[in-house]
């Protein structure tokens, strides 16, 4: 007979490969303990994420990573969402590839002078090629991106998430020696917010600090009469912030610039012309750029 290597809930000793309930433990304090931190050469990790897609979290890390490096701090962006990876077309930086010095340390990609970038679109062979990966893959795969990368001292690193609370999360959180917390990302309507209530959930189980929560696509201005519409419902993030008892960094309105500037791989962060409601838009992404800059900072 197989000798049983469950353990109690008592026992448990956060070694989860010898553990057969491994795969379906709940505990993520347990599942944590037994992983040894990575050394990375970064003095701040800001991780974004959300409770699901379609809510415009690459949008909020690809403008948060810009807007760091535009204030003159040394900036990575690193592309955790192995399966849909988006960061370099919304920086214009998709036919770039990762290079090695020495044929184990990675080079991030350089998007500006004080921005860099990794992400598993950089080695694939064509954009649209699929990674059909499972969890174990995706683990080896972020801890190389953040163990083998030069990161070169960097101040801050913005790690973009794909949507929930699975491997990805897990693995980050996990790895990850110095995160100063998590950006959370929703749309005002209630089922965005419930999801994004887990993802708060999630990162305080890790005892992790939530720096707040961004309502994205709040409310539009209609280009014929001027009236403001509210697509999604208003107000979601705001109410969900309140009742946890964590930080809302504020609102940014549905813009068919900010869909624009993904497509051209320009973050709307540096377009500052256009007309008034550009400019509307532009400065509800400025301050919230600023609160979690101040956030982070006290």
């Known amino acids: 007979m197989a000798e049983n290597t469950e353990k109690s809930p008592e026992a448990c000793d956060g070694n989860c490969s010898s553990c057969a309930t491994s795969s379906t433990c709940t505990d ?26 379609g809510v415009g979290k690459s949008t909020v890390a690809t403008n948060l990573a810009m807007s760091l490096s535009n204030k003159g701090y040394n900036t990575g962006i690193v592309d955790l969402d192995i399966h849909g990876p988006n960061i370099p077309k919304m920086l214009g930086i998709e036919d770039k590839r990762l290079e090695s010095r020495d044929g184990k340390t990675i080079e991030p990609v350089p998007v500006t002078g004080t921005l860099s970038a990794v992400s598993m679109a950089f ?60 950006v959370i990302v929703t749309t005002p309507q209630d089922v965005a917010v419930l ?42 993030g705001k109410k969900a912030a309140e009742e946890l008892d964590i930080p809302y ?5 549905l813009d068919p610039e900010m869909r624009k500037a993904g497509d051209e791989g320009r973050p709307f962060i540096i377009r500052k012309e256009g007309d008034e409601q550009h400019k509307i838009t532009w400065e509800h992404v400025d301050a919230i750029m600023d609160k979690i800059l101040k956030t982070i900072k006290e």
């Open 123 to 182: 080695l694939l062979p064509d954009p649209t090629s699929p990674v059909v990966w499972r969890g174990p893959m995706k683990f080896t795969a972020i801890k190389q991106f953040l163990e083998d990368v030069n990161w070169g001292g960097m101040e801050y690193l913005i790690a973009d998430l794909p949507p929930g609370t699975g491997d990805e999360a897990l693995a980050i959180c996990q790895l990850a020696p110095n995160i100063d917390g998590a």
């Open 249 to 253: 960094l504020g609102s940014i309105p």
């Open 195 to 236: 999801d994004s209530t887990k993802a708060v959930k999630f990162i305080q189980q890790l005892n992790l600090p939530v720096i707040g929560i961004i309502e994205n696509m709040s409310g539009m201005v209609c280009p014929h009469c001027g009236e403001k519409i509210d697509l999604f419902g208003k107000g979601g």
């Open 28 to 53: 993520p304090e347990k599942k944590t303990s037994g992983i040894q931190k990575v050394d990375i050469d970064v003095k701040h990790i800001i991780i974004v994420l959300s409770g699901k897609g």
